[in-house]
């Protein structure tokens, strides 16, 4: 089998023991069978319950730890994670699943084959019923928004994005759709202005707060949000649409 850059994977089967190493993918695993999970980052937070082993964070996994826990499998993303830590997962014997999401769409489309493909389950319930709600066309168009993913310096979501696309999916235009970069620096200036209808500003990467992002702005509306909603795929987009949509 091969995983979404086309590399082939190799796996023991029937998978019994994964470690996950994607805050939404951990969620989706844990959906179907949370017992699956022997491993997961620090920041993998939902469910709220999990109890597996932590192996630190998504830029800097614990190679040690995650052979220890002797997994079936691995599962990765090529934006979350590093390919350097790809490749030195691979190169001591594990093997790793990446997932390439860029859209709703192909947020739909890599959770299938995870599942089917990679860990030879039975696709959840909740991913048809998320490809239903997304399927349904905005009811009208919002305004202009951009979404803030970090400060000092400010950096926004911009072009080839699930974020992106799922912003524009709930009726909102998305501002720096055709920016050069996927995530580019901007100026605050660039942000705060008056042709811009909303700035979302969400809790991760950087942790934006009612004191600590809002009070930048002058010229343009903001509005907190979860962080969860707006850049994992998985369970998640159930609640986003209709909370996002508001």
Same mark, same amino acid.
């Given at each position: 089998?091969? *995983? ?11 998978? $019994? ?8 993918? %951990? @969620? ?10 022997? &491993? ?6 939902? #469910?709220? +319950? ?7 964070? %998504?830029?800097?996994? +614990? ?15 090529? !934006? !979350? ?8 997962? $691979? ?20 959770? /299938? ?18 490809? $239903? ?17 970090? /400060?000092? #310096? ?5 072009? *080839? ?9 709930? &009726?909102? !235009? ?5 920016? +050069? ?20 500003? #969400?809790?991760? #990467? ?8 809002? @009070? ?5 509306? %903001? ?17 986003? $649409?209709?909370?996002? &949509?508001?």
């Amino acid at each position: 089998m091969c *995983d979404d850059l086309g590399v082939s994977v190799v796996a023991t089967r029937p998978v $019994r023991r994964v470690v996950s190493l994607v805050p939404s993918l %951990t @969620e989706a695993i844990a959906s179907v069978d949370a017992g699956l999970l022997v &491993g997961a980052t620090d920041w993998c937070t939902h #469910p709220a +319950d999990l109890d597996v082993a932590r192996v630190r964070g %998504t830029k800097n996994p +614990d190679i040690r730890a995650i052979l220890d826990l002797a997994p079936d499998l691995v599962v990765a993303n090529q !934006e !979350e994670n590093r390919e350097l830590d790809v490749r030195r997962l $691979r190169e001591v014997g594990l093997p790793v699943w990446v997932t390439r999401i860029e859209t709703v769409d192909g947020a739909f489309a890599s959770m /299938r084959r995870l599942f089917s493909e990679a860990l030879g389950r039975d696709v959840p319930g909740w991913l048809a019923e998320a490809e $239903r709600l997304w399927a349904e066309p905005a009811q009208s168009v919002r305004g202009r928004v951009a979404v803030a993913i970090w /400060r000092d #310096p400010w950096m926004v979501v911009g072009r *080839d994005t699930f974020t992106g696309d799922l912003v524009s999916r709930v &009726g909102w !235009e998305h501002a720096y759709a055709d920016a +050069d970069d996927r995530y580019p620096h901007v100026a605050l200036a660039d942000l705060d202005r008056a042709d811009l209808d909303l700035v979302l500003l #969400p809790d991760e #990467p950087y942790v934006f707060t009612a004191e600590d992002g809002p @009070e930048s702005f002058t010229k343009v509306r %903001t509005a907190l949000v979860s962080g969860r909603l707006l850049t994992w795929y998985g369970p998640s987009l159930l609640e986003a $649409r209709a909370l996002l &949509g508001r």
